[in-house]
Nanobody, 113 residues
Framework: VQLQASGGGLVQAGGYLTLSCSAS????????MGWYRQAPGKQRELVAS???????GVVDSVKGRFTISRDNDKNTVYLKMSDLEPEDTAVYYC????????WGQGTLVTVSS
């Protein structure tokens, strides 16, 4: 099983980025997917999730700014982030979960003020 996250980078506050996570080795369409982030010195936290049926949820701190989506034909989940804030700086991880969790390697997002 491999989850490959990409799309991170350095962006100014107010900017946007789209993260991608490509999965292999799992029945992607049967897995719920999630994006998590871990800022320096903080615990990893859930940012957004999407069920196998396409229902989505995001945490309050990113509501209206972040959108999660999936493309089952491409085995890929996306996190579209806009109006980024310095507080969004973190390593972002994707996770697949059905019977167990599978984690990707993380992609760094740095938002400068």
């Amino acid at each position: 099983v491999q989850l490959q996250a990409s799309g991170g980078g350095l962006v100014q506050a107010g900017g946007y980025l789209t993260l991608s996570c490509s999965a292999s080795g799992i029945r992607f369409r049967d897995n719920a997917m999630g994006w998590y982030r871990q800022a320096p010195g903080k615990q990893r936290e859930l940012v957004a999730s999407i069920t196998s049926g396409g229902s989505t949820g995001v945490v309050d701190s990113v509501k209206g700014r972040f959108t999660i989506s999936r493309d089952n034909d491409k085995n890929t989940v996306y996190l579209k982030m806009s109006d980024l804030e310095p507080e969004d700086t973190a390593v972002y991880y994707c996770k697949a979960f059905r019977y167990r969790d599978y984690w990707g390697q993380g992609t760094l997002v740095t938002v400068s003020s």
